[in-house]
């Protein structure tokens, strides 16, 4: 038996006006996705316990399986694990993304224009990180290069006491009210500004019409994390498929393969092909499971894209979901896979929420008597299936 997880990241929504009061996932033209709703079991799932912040580490760790009252330690952590970065019982982590601040005002009273700085590439980001590190690091902390926007601030024997703001819930927002209250972290943060804002990369990207990232955002905070691996939980192997840190740092935790795919970027312009294309070949290279994660409907929230959003979860349909069961169906495989988001990503706030999610489990050759019509919210809540925590559904998909 081969399990495979699709996860659609943030794709659950409330109506939209602009689409004619649905949600995303009922305009989305997913003919795939929907034929397993009719003959799958169909509920919704609560992923992030009410004590808990509704971000994509608490979520994700609960699809994997884990319970994150008991193993969440913060979401940067697990980001360093993907990373390689060395952390001892002792450090504290940050995540610290490079943004977009308006360049008029003094700091305090800056608006925060772009989370991801027009997402930008790897290639660029790496050297503004690098400015702010040669500038910035002493023998108490230090900055680590990650992916686009994405990188990695280590505070070593420090306390983690923070309460920090992620940047993509303060979108257009003035940065005022939500700025760290810690002086060390703020003075940072100011120092980053001064040293990106004339930055030759920064210069580069202005004079093509893009974003410069003239600040980090430091938020994320958290320590070293122990997650047992899937062979002591679950006596399985498998690889996960992402673009993003987080993701293939909870799949080095679970002692899980992460597999890196050329061109795989996290929003709607990523490289779905590639994806499936490792994804099918770990299934037919021996993997017992495989962690798809699809990055691009959540970015799409974030940033209000509501025709993206739509696209993302076609584009999810019709390049990932079809190819990766053809091959399964064509290599007479038995298999079970599990379909859902991590969150809802509302367009109307541009931010997480911690309501329930709809999910699917379809198990090969399941008739079924096609009593669910699609795979949307409403549809899913009139099931009545409500899975109240969600790091019990791995149990449930691998039919424990």
């Keep these: 038996m081969k399990y495979i997880v699709i996860l659609c990241d943030g794709a659950a929504d409330t109506p939209v006006a602009e689409l004619g009061n649905k949600t995303p996932l009922e305009v989305a033209k997913k003919p795939n996705i929907d034929k397993l709703a009719a003959s799958g079991e169909m509920g919704m799932v609560t992923t992030v316990p009410g004590n808990l912040p509704p971000g994509s580490d608490v979520a994700n760790l609960a699809v994997f399986g884990y319970d994150p009252q008991k193993y969440y ?49 790897t290639e660029e980001s790496s050297q ?22 994405r990188h990695l601030m280590v505070w ?76 002591e939980l679950y006596g399985i192997r498998g690889s996960v498929v992402s673009a993003v840190d987080l993701i293939k740092g909870i799949g080095v935790g679970a002692g899980l393969d992460v ?22 070949n770990a299934l037919k290279g021996g993997a017992d499971f495989v962690y798809i994660h699809l990055e691009a409907p959540d970015e799409a929230g974030h940033r209000h894209e509501i025709d993206n959003k739509v696209k993302a979860i076609e584009l999810i349909d019709e390049k990932i979901v079809a190819p990766v069961l053809k091959a399964l169906d064509e ?18 706030i541009r931010t997480h929420t911690s309501d329930p999610v709809p999910y699917i489990i379809y198990r090969s050759g399941n008739s079924g008597d096609e009593k669910n019509t699609s795979y949307t919210e409403a549809e899913a809540k009139k099931t009545g299936i409500v899975v109240k925590d969600g790091y019990t559904l791995m149990n449930k998909l691998l039919g424990r």
């Excluded at 980001?79 to 390689?84: I, Q, R």
């Excluded at 943004?99 to 608006?111: A, G, I, N, R």
């Excluded at 597999?259 to 099918?280: L, P, S």
């Excluded at 290599?331 to 109307?348: G, K, R």
Aim: hydrophobic share 35%.
């Design 73 to 121: 330690t913060g979401r940067s952590p697990l980001e360093a694990l993907s990373m390689g970065v060395h952390l001892e019982l002792t450090d504290t982590t940050f995540r610290t993304n490079v943004v977009t601040l308006s360049e008029d005002e003094p700091y305090e009273q800056k608006t925060m224009i772009d989370y991801s700085s027009d997402e930008i590439t």
């Design 156 to 231: 070593h024997n420090k306390k983690n006491d923070f309460s920090l703001t992620p940047p993509h819930d303060i979108s257009d927002r003035k940065i005022t009210e939500y700025l760290p209250k810690d002086d060390v972290l703020l003075t940072l943060m100011k120092k980053s500004y001064e040293i990106l804002k004339d930055h030759p990369v920064n210069i580069a990207r202005k004079e093509r019409g893009l974003r410069p990232a003239n600040s980090i955002w430091i938020w994320g905070n958290g320590t070293k994390p122990n997650l047992t691996t899937y062979d």
């Design 128 to 149: 503004l990180i690098a400015a702010v590190n040669e500038a910035l690091r002493t023998d108490e902390y230090e900055f680590f290069s990650g992916i686009s926007y």
């Design 259 to 280: 597999i890196d795919v050329i061109g795989a970027t996290g929003n709607v312009h990523t490289n779905f092909d590639g994806k499936a294309e490792a994804a099918i």
């Design 331 to 348: 290599q007479n495989e038995e298999y079970s896979v599990l379909i859902m988001p991590d969150h809802p990503t509302p367009l109307a």
